[in-house]
Nanobody, 123 residues
Framework: QVQLVESGGGLVQAGGSRGLSCVASGNTFSNYAMGWFRQAPGKEREFVAAISWSGVSTRYVESVKGRFTISRDNAKNTVYLQMNSLKPEDTAVYYC????????????????WGQGTQVTVSS
């Protein structure tokens, strides 16, 4: 079992930055690849970014490349999502997920999800 708790959401102006954190507890964090997903009102949940267990491999959805950075600190059982140059279309609830491998995290097929944190970008 892995419990995931996101934090860092809030209201930010367009062009601004926001950092999200996801702290894991339970099973060994470094065993899991991690992902961030988001869901905007009336839309399906979509993949944002993923990182392998070692942190060597990362993947991003095209719309956030160059603006968002995923990272992890296995010593702190934490995965981060640094979001820069935010746009109103980035407004969503952001979720982190743990997957048994990188592909699972990218597909959102992991067994573990956090409760989400709201990010609102005002224009």
């Amino acid at each position: 079992q892995v419990q995931l708790v996101e934090s860092g959401g809030g209201l930010v102006q367009a062009g601004g930055s926001r950092g999200l954190s996801c702290v894991a507890s339970g099973n060994t964090f470094s065993n899991y690849a991690m992902g961030w997903f988001r869901q905007a009102p009336g839309k399906e949940r979509e993949f944002v970014a993923a990182i392998s267990w070692s942190g060597v491999s990362t993947r991003y959805v095209e719309s956030v490349k160059g603006r968002f950075t995923i990272s992890r600190d296995n010593a702190k059982n934490t995965v981060y999502l640094q979001m820069n140059s935010l746009k109103p279309e980035d407004t969503a609830v952001y979720y982190c997920t743990a997957g048994r491998n990188f592909a699972t995290a990218i597909r959102g097929a992991g067994d573990y999800w956090g409760q989400g944190t709201q990010v609102t970008v005002s224009s």
